[in-house]
């Protein structure tokens, strides 16, 4: 497809139908990327006519594994003898922590749905009744910028088994030996502990649902800019980074905004107002 598209997970804890059942679709406006099944234009979607054919892969499988660790070195010397080469006696221990945790996401089929929308598109959506009562909040209306998510792209799923496994584990390594540097060798017990411990749930799923959606970040300030967003994203398709696009929908007067200085925009043959972030 021509465009960057950076996927968000879906709540499993409370599945999201697919439209037009469900809350989610092609248009919806979010206000934030972990709580999308609480669109603001719900009742009033623009509807999409220029949407991407939809793809249909088949037997997706996706792990994603974090690991976080933690090692500790500890030696303490209780006595040291200055005869010969010497001799020390106490104990060398090492501890190592870590935390582990693995998602396996499987499904018979993923379909991928997705829009490029335009600045018509855009300046359309935002005229929805609960978009506009929002931004007339004391938050945003006195905020010199504020921001919503405009849903471009859905991956609906068929069949799914998923599973979610964690796991601790405690590692001790100990050597309480006498250390006989003259005589190159050691005396005494070494010892060696691990503590493991593992949870894991997995269950199915037939139905069809939302797995993951992408957003394009609508920032409000001194104009409507429509950007890219990946901050936080379950899975990126490239390597995009976020805020690399940066679309001009709609002017409006920064004349009023004390903190805003005029610039030359070549792009528009003249001065524009910039707010310093």
């Known amino acids: 497809m ?3 598209k950076t996927y968000f997970l879906c709540p499993t ?4 139908y697919p439209p037009p059942k469900g809350p989610l679709c092609l248009g919806s406006v979010i206000r934030s990327t972990s709580a999308p099944q609480y669109p603001l234009n719900r009742a009033s979607v623009v509807p999409v006519a220029d949407a991407f054919p939809p793809v249909v892969e088949t037997d997706w499988k996706k792990t994603v594994s974090t690991e976080k660790g933690l090692g500790v070195g500890v ?3 209780f006595l040291q003898l200055a005869t010969g080469g010497g001799l ?3 104990p060398e221990v090492d501890i190592e922590h ?3 945790t693995a998602d396996t996401f499987a499904f018979d089929t993923v379909t991928t749905l997705a829009f490029e929308p335009t600045q018509e598109y855009v300046e359309e959506a935002v005229k929805a009744p ?3 009562a929002w931004l007339r909040e004391p938050r945003q209306k006195f905020a010199l910028v504020s921001e919503l998510f405009l ?4 991956k609906l799923v068929k069949g799914a088994k998923i599973k979610y496994s964690t796991s601790q584990s405690t590692t001790a390594k100990g050597n309480l030996g006498i250390d006989v540097t003259a005589l190159g060798t050691t005396f005494g017990p070494k010892g060696h ?3 493991t411990n593992g949870d894991a749930t997995e269950f199915n799923r037939e139905s069809e649902f939302v797995f993951a959606f992408c957003v394009k970040r609508l920032k409000f300030g001194r104009r409507l800019k429509l950007e890219e967003y990946n901050k936080g994203a379950f899975m990126t398709i490239s390597g995009k980074k976020d805020g690399d696009g940066c679309v001009l929908v709609e002017d409006v007067d920064g004349a009023d905004i004390k903190t805003a200085e005029i610039v030359p925009d070549v792009t528009e043959n003249g001065n524009v107002y910039c707010v310093p972030a």
Not at 151 to 154: A, E, F, L, P
């Open 75 to 77: 030696y303490a010397q």
């Open 2 to 4: 021509p465009f960057t």
């Open 88 to 90: 020390a006696l106490g």
């Open 193 to 195: 502990w691990t503590d």
């Open 151 to 154: 849903v471009t792209g859905m």
């Open 130 to 132: 609960a978009i506009q």
């Open 98 to 100: 870590s935390n582990t």
């Open 13 to 16: 804890t409370d599945f999201i």
